[in-house]
Every structure is written in structure tokens, then in C-alpha cells.
């Protein structure tokens, strides 16, 4: 576990339909401040530009994006995959495509969680065709997956390593629901259950 939160102050009694909080509001600002200030340091030498996935990483971008003391450029980037779910032989279908060329640019794309790494082991094959001078991964979650991945998807910036339950807040959802929980958390069983 994540060391304690020392700025309690900030946690709201949690949600209903959360059973546990994983992440308090102080714990996830510091996981965010951490990675900001490696990238900060990995980059100092160029203007990065950060592709912000939607709809889920846009908190975690936010705040990310605020805690790296360089000068960035920021887009944003909606997909949804298809194909085989189970192999990366599918693709990305783009909703919302950039509105930046990012030929010889230094693409790090903003996440909100690795699971099977699927989704951004397409997306990466994808913009890595349009001949950008680098691209890495910021991704604010990654599931500890018990099997290997079938994807090779190892991100350079991942803030906090969870177990594999399925958690939602911090723009993570559940049928588009609990993105604006400003911390973490599991939902409980009855509340996907009822839904099934
Ligand atoms: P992947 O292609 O399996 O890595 O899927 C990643 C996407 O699945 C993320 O961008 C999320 O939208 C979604 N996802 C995976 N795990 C969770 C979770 O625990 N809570 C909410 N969404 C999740
Ligand atoms: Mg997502």
C-alpha cells in the first residue's frame, strides 16, 4: 500500500457505491507530482508534447501537466479499440484524431490505466507511423496482471501499481459513471451485479 495520507483534510466521505478507497486525494497528488518531476528532468532539453487519451485521463493530464516545470504542448485524443479483443493483430478506431503534427515531436501519451495494454500498444503503432522523434507512456494506474501481458507494453512513467480489481474515480468509470471521485476507489460487488 501507498504510505498513509498526511493531508486528510482533503478526503470527502467516499461515495455510496465505493466499498474501499485505494487512492486519497493527497496520495494521488503525490504519485502525480513525483512523475512530473522525472519528467521535468527526462526532458529539460526539449518541448515535449502530451496526448491526453479521453475521457478517462483527463484529471490525471490536468494535473500532470501543472506539475512538470517545462515548457509542453498539450492535445487530446479520443479512441476506442476494435478487432480482436484479445490480440493486438485489431487497431484503433481514432473518434477525436490530434490536431497537432507530430512528425520529430516528443509524444508522451497520457493514460489513466494499463490492463491488458492493448489499447495502447495499438495506439502506439499508430502515431509512431507519423515519424515523432520519440514517444513514451505516462499512465497513471497499471494493473498488476497475475498472467504476462500478451502485449509488450512497458510504460517509462506509471504512478502506482494496483492489484486486478476493477476501481473507478480520478476519471475512472464504470458505465461512464464516478470519473469525478477525486480519489480511487473499488466499487462494490452489488453495484455491477445489479447492472449485469
Ligand atoms: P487495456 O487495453 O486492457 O489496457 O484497457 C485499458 C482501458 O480499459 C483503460 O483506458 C480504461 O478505460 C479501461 N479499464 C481497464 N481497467 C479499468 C478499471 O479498473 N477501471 C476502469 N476502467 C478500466
Ligand atoms: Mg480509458
Do not use: W
Not at 1 to 17: E, F, I, R, S, V
Not at 137 to 148: C, E, G, N, S, W
Not at 185 to 192: N, S, T
Amino acid at each position: 500500500m501507498y504510505k498513509p495520507d498526511t493531508k486528510g483534510t482533503k478526503m470527502q466521505p467516499p461515495h455510496p457505491d465505493i466499498a474501499e478507497v485505494v487512492l486519497t486525494p493527497g496520495q494521488i497528488e503525490e504519485i502525480v507530482q513525483a512523475l512530473g518531476a522525472r519528467i521535468t528532468q527526462d526532458y529539460e532539453d526539449t518541448q515535449p508534447l502530451l496526448v491526453c487519451i479521453l475521457k478517462g485521463a483527463s484529471p490525471f493530464m490536468s494535473d500532470l501537466m501543472r506539475s512538470i516545470a517545462l515548457d509542453i504542448d498539450i492535445d487530446f485524443m479520443s479512441v476506442s479499440s476494435y478487432g480482436n479483443a484479445t490480440t493486438t493483430s485489431g487497431t484503433v478506431k481514432i473518434l477525436k484524431d490530434l490536431d497537432t503534427p507530430i512528425k520529430d515531436r516528443d509524444v508522451i501519451i497520457v493514460e489513466d490505466i494499463v490492463d491488458s495494454g492493448l489499447t495502447l500498444a495499438r495506439l502506439t503503432a499508430e502515431l509512431a507511423k507519423r515519424e515523432p522523434r520519440s514517444i513514451e507512456i505516462a499512465t497513471f494506474l497499471l494493473k498488476d496482471v497475475q498472467a504476462p501481458r500478451k502485449v509488450d507494453i512497458k510504460p517509462r512513467y506509471a504512478g502506482f501499481t494496483i492489484d486486478n480489481r476493477f476501481v473507478v474515480g480520478f476519471g475512472l468509470d464504470y458505465a461512464e459513471k464516478y470519473r469525478n471521485l477525486p480519489y480511487v476507489g473499488v466499487l462494490k460487488r452489488e453495484v455491477y451485479e445489479n447492472n449485469k
